[in-house]
């Protein structure tokens, strides 16, 4: 089955702590993306990618960190810089950045302990 | 001012009803639309997308975009306790040199047996 694979499905962090959460997409499709959610806010873009080996900030990227080394992949790294990390973060992908159809994963809670 | 502004809720409704939910976006410059549904804990899915003005009917879904007054709708006729759920609305606008949804904050919908 095609897909997006977000992993793991709930996360712990400890303060002062990184942590990375995984995405990976068997769609071949070439642009990524990454949103935060919170209650009563809707999503809001971290990062996104739509080649390997480039990614552009969104609107919310302080404190976090990816990379895109491979198509399939496209993780997110919550830094310790990141004031209130925790969060529902969902990726997504579509097959080219002008594509209208965005694809989600099942999610990742993050809760700072 | 918001790209996308969407009617919070939550809007509970006894099953059978009709559902209206609403958005309005700021740029009369965006042509497609779309409305994502999204069940607890889970990613967001694509219900339905409409292009320009008019309206889409799927199933009990009808979509509908007023382009004068910059308003977009999703209603749900005879509602299941299935559709309930939270509703995004959602827009690609640009950001930087490519177009990214945007969505709206989300409706949480509750239909009640």
């Known amino acids: 089955d095609g897909g997006i694979t977000q992993s793991p499905k709930y996360l712990f962090r400890k303060e002062g702590q990184n942590v990375t959460l995984s995405c990976e997409q068997n769609l071949n499709h070439d642009a990524m993306y990454w949103y935060r959610q919170d209650p009563g806010q809707g999503l809001r873009l971290i990062y996104y990618?739509?080649?390997?080996?480039?990614?552009q900030k969104g609107d919310i990227a302080e404190g976090y960190s990816v990379s895109r080394e491979k198509k399939e992949s496209f993780p997110l790294t919550v830094t310790s810089a990141q004031k209130n990390p925790t969060a529902f973060y969902l990726c997504a992908s579509r097959l080219e950045p002008t594509n209208t159809e965005a694809f989600f994963g099942q999610g990742t809670r993050l809760t700072v302990v | 001012q918001k790209e996308v502004e969407q009617d919070p809720g939550p809007l509970s409704v006894p099953e059978g009803a009709i559902v209206s939910l609403n958005c309005t976006y700021s740029n009369s410059a965006f042509q497609y639309f779309m409305w994502y549904r999204q069940y607890s804990r889970k990613g967001p899915e694509l219900l339905m997308y409409?292009?320009?003005?008019g309206n889409k009917e799927d199933g009990r879904f009808t979509a509908q975009v007023d382009k004068s007054s910059k308003y977009i709708s999703l209603f749900i006729r005879d509602s299941q306790p299935s559709d309930s759920a939270t509703y995004l609305c959602?827009?690609?606008?640009?950001?930087?040199?490519?177009?990214?949804?945007?969505f709206g904050s989300g409706t949480q919908l509750t239909v009640l047996p």
């Open positions: 990618s739509q080649i390997v080996n480039d990614f």
């Open positions: 959602a827009t690609p606008a640009f950001s930087g040199s490519a177009r990214q949804l945007t």
């Open positions: 409409t292009y320009s003005s």
